[in-house]
């Protein structure tokens, strides 16, 4: 255990000595506030922000000091939100980045513990949701596999109602953020990381489009039950063509912050031209 602890501390090191050496200028909550506020985010927007730390470059308080940006951005009128998926609670049988042995399969159904909004920790997310879901204020949708968390006036309306089979659907936070005609913020991610991009999926017709099985730990009734449903096969291997195509026809203007390239845009047109285009390009 210390040889695994001593190398991981070694490997953090690096990459930090590596963002330190790639960063012209420290930022800071104010100056990180500043450079985002001039991308176009306002007090008073609802936003979907999707994070990189280590695009941004080193900043001094890490994580908290980029919540801290954004909330000073937007102001006590704004709402925040960010996504907390857990891909730890889906049926391991489907696993393959890593795959684990087949024997493991039943004992990882019976024994995962069941999705709690306080306590399960997100999965592939970044440091910066991370804390934001344990955030003062912050609340989390109850989906165990595809949650948001968000802080703010609309937080309730965003995740109220975030139902097992509608994961990136119309009743989830996407749709619930398309009826508010809210924003997407890009922070330092491309629109491979656009999760509003599902909510066109979700929208669009076309072909190829199926579902699968899928199956997650939950609470049901205050008892802990492994729960199989049918979901929508994702695919964001075109996410960045459709994204990129989007911006073009939109004049979406990309800021910078830090060392991050920053793009903010409404989230209803991008829907919109999204589904639009799956519908055309997708088989």
């Given at each position: 255990?210390?040889?695994?602890?001593?190398?991981?501390?070694?490997?953090?090191?690096?990459?930090?000595?590596n963002t330190i050496s790639h960063t012209d200028?420290?930022?800071?909550?104010?100056?990180?506030?500043?450079?985002?506020?001039?991308?176009?985010l306002q007090a008073g927007h609802t936003v979907l922000v999707h994070s990189s730390m280590s695009k941004l470059g080193w900043i001094a308080g890490g994580a908290?000091?980029?919540?801290?940006?954004?909330?000073r951005v937007l102001g006590e009128t704004g709402t925040l939100m960010m996504p907390t998926h857990t891909t730890q609670n889906t049926d391991p049988a489907n696993w393959s980045r890593p795959p684990v042995p087949d024997t493991w399969v039943p004992v990882?159904?019976?024994?995962?513990?069941a999705f709690d909004p306080a306590t399960t920790p997100t999965r592939g997310m970044g440091v910066i949701p991370e804390l934001f879901r344990t955030w003062p204020g912050t609340i989390r949708s109850s989906h165990p596999i595809g949650s948001f968390a968000a802080r703010g006036p609309n937080a309730t309306t965003l995740l109220r109602?975030?139902?097992?089979?509608?994961?990136?659907?119309?009743?989830?936070?996407?749709?619930?953020l398309?009826?508010?005609?809210?924003?997407?913020?890009?922070?330092?991610?491309?629109?491979?990381?656009?999760?509003?991009?599902?909510?066109?999926?979700?929208?669009?017709?076309?072909?190829?489009?199926?579902?699968?099985?899928?199956?997650t730990a939950m609470m049901v009734n205050g008892v802990r039950e492994w729960v199989s449903f049918k979901m929508l096969a994702l695919e964001s291997d075109d996410f960045n063509s459709v994204g990129d195509a989007y911006e073009a026809?939109?004049?979406?203007?990309?800021?910078?912050?830090?060392?991050?390239?920053?793009?903010?845009?409404?989230?209803?047109?991008?829907?919109?031209?999204?589904?639009?285009w799956m519908e055309a390009n997708r088989k």
């Open positions: 255990m210390a040889i695994l602890e001593a190398n991981g501390h070694r490997k953090n090191t690096m990459t930090e000595a200028q420290l930022l800071t909550v104010e100056s990180l506030a500043e450079q985002i506020a001039a991308c176009g908290q000091a980029v919540i801290q940006a954004l909330l990882i159904r019976a024994q995962t513990p109602n975030h139902q097992l089979l509608d994961m990136f659907g119309d009743s989830s936070p996407l749709g619930m398309y009826e508010l005609d809210g924003y997407v913020l890009l922070l330092g991610v491309d629109h491979g990381n656009n999760t509003s991009l599902h909510l066109a999926e979700n929208r669009a017709i076309w072909a190829g489009k199926f579902f699968i099985p899928e199956a026809q939109a004049g979406i203007q990309r800021g910078t912050a830090g060392e991050a390239t920053v793009r903010l845009m409404r989230q209803r047109p991008l829907v919109d031209f999204a589904v639009e």
